[in-house]
């Protein structure tokens, strides 16, 4: 047996293992293998990480620095990931089953978000205000909140933690990422980023364990002023319950079940590629994955057809290979789950069209599962209301906008979508009738520190990336200041 590659948790500067010596073991999904040890904290080792960011925040070097000096280690580390993106995408792929060219590239592009933030690092600015008392200067400032817990799953790791981190530290905050338990290698390597940055200790913390107890003390802690989640409604309800402790501010990014919405007038190859990219990129473990796809009628048989020949063209394979073009899903149990709701869904009336199984050509033990495409009669079916985290897609028919907007719609989510078609005037309308916090039109899955992103409904509430990031991490202050030379007036004297 291949000797387990050991990491240690990075807390006030310094890699550590947990307090009690646990650790639990990481699976290559490619090969269903246990290839890494991760550090299992402890309730104590998530109040050291705390305390850190707390010491951190109040008295360490980053609480005097100045916007500018934040602004130049953010740019720095931007620019230090670039050259680590080779390092950080081989570990991400090797312990998410990703592919290699997307994790690697992934791994490139997010120092874009440290770059946009560290340009915004002294760009946050207060105001004066045009006040309706005599001899009174009253003025705002905005200022950082103090610790902030940022909670990240397996999926898109590097990304989802730049949306987060890279406002809250360009404001001034503190940080404690706590990492998924089904893929952590990446975020304990990413520790080796900031080091050589030259962040100061406490910073930025690292810890790794499970939702009770790491989670858990994590989002209720005394200390914790912001809590950016994203994940799972269940985990996301437990984040909210706890903040109760803490009276932190929340906000959640909690998947979806976006609908990629096809017209008769549409360029068909571009849609072709559009729905082949939004639910087989990444296995279909994406939260903006477009699971259902809603086709016109007149023209429903050529691109269903279409997208059944290309997805049986899909090279399944190890995401090392730059041959592959999909990858493992990441677990056992999301590989059971698919299985059992795939074959759920065809005994209530689901006609299966391409897939639904395990590739035979691939019995290495790893997760792998064909790219699925599913007809449905209806919404009813569970496919096609159920977020599957999978390359599991539901194909349902419309007649025209209305009965497009009313499918799409019709979902407890909203975080997503995608809409194909060559008339201008329809792309608008649909855009503002779609219930969703992102509007792909004849595109999808683009991304850019400079567009916000997140969802309506059971998609969470806030947004990342954009400007208002930054002023989401930072909290007003008004300043009054009395400008009169004369004593203040008796109190017990109203004119």
Not at 181 to 192: D, G, P, V
Not at 379 to 403: C, H, I, T, W, Y
Not at 445 to 470: C, N, W
Request: proline share 5%; hydrophobic share 40%; charged share 20%.
């Amino acid at each position: 047996m291949t000797e387990l590659i050991k990491y240690q948790m990075y807390i006030d500067g310094q890699r550590v293992d947990a307090e009690d010596g646990k650790t639990f073991e990481s699976i290559n999904p490619a090969t269903g293998e246990s290839w890494a040890l991760i550090p299992e904290a402890s309730a104590a080792d998530v109040e050291r990480a705390v305390e850190a960011a707390h010491r951190a925040f109040t008295s360490g070097p980053w609480s005097t620095m100045l916007p500018t000096q934040r602004g130049k280690l953010l740019r720095r580390l931007g620019d230090i990931l670039t050259a680590h993106s080779e390092t950080l995408g081989e570990i991400e792929t090797r312990d998410t089953g990703k592919l290699l060219k997307e994790t690697r590239w992934q791994a490139g592009y997010i120092s874009e978000y440290y770059h946009y933030y560290a340009g915004l690092a002294d760009k946050v600015q207060g105001a004066t205000l045009p006040i309706d008392k005599p001899n009174m200067f009253a003025m705002t400032v905005r200022e950082p909140l103090g610790v902030v817990a940022a909670i990240v799953p397996w999926n898109s790791q590097l990304f989802l933690t730049a949306m987060k981190i890279a406002p809250a530290l360009a404001t001034g905050n503190t940080v404690v990422l706590k990492a998924s338990e089904h893929a952590s290698a990446a975020m304990l390597e990413f520790a080796k980023v900031f080091e050589e940055a030259g962040f100061p200790p406490g910073v930025v913390n690292i810890v790794t364990g499970f939702g009770d107890p790491c989670g858990k003390v994590l989002s209720s802690h005394r200390l914790v002023d912001r809590i950016s989640f994203t994940g799972g409604l269940e985990s996301a309800r437990h984040i909210i319950h706890n903040s109760a402790n803490n009276f932190a501010e929340v906000s959640t990014e909690l998947g979806g079940k976006s609908p990629m919405i096809i017209f008769e007038d549409a360029d068909i190859n571009s849609a072709v590629n559009g729905i082949l990219l939004s639910i087989f990129s990444a296995s279909g473990q994406s939260c903006v994955a477009g699971s259902r796809l809603l086709i016109q009628d007149s023209i429903y048989d050529e691109v269903l057809s279409r997208v059944a020949k290309r997805a049986s063209e899909i090279i399944i394979g190890c995401p090392l290979d730059d041959e592959s073009q999909m990858g493992p899903l990441a677990t056992r149990n999301q590989l059971a789950n698919i299985e059992a709701s795939v074959a759920k869904s065809l005994a209530m009336g689901g006609k299966l069209v391409h897939g639904g199984r395990r590739p035979p050509h691939l019995d290495n033990g790893g997760l792998y599962y064909e790219p699925t495409i599913i007809e449905c009669p209806s919404m009813d079916v569970e496919v096609a209301n159920k977020e599957m985290f999978g390359p599991v897609v539901s194909v349902l028919r419309f007649r025209d906008e209305q009965d497009a907007i009313k499918i799409a719609n019709d979902t407890n989510f909203g975080l997503a979508s995608g809409v194909f078609t060559s008339d201008l005037g329809r792309g608008i309308r649909m855009s503002k009738a779609i219930r969703a916090g992102i509007v792909w039109l004849n595109t999808y899955r683009t991304v850019s520190p400079m567009a916000p992103f997140g969802g309506y409904k059971d998609s969470g509430h806030g947004r990342e990336s954009g400007l208002q990031a930054i002023y989401d991490y930072t909290r007003e202050k008004t300043i009054w200041i009395n400008t009169s030379v004369e004593p203040i007036d008796d109190p017990f004297r109203m004119q």
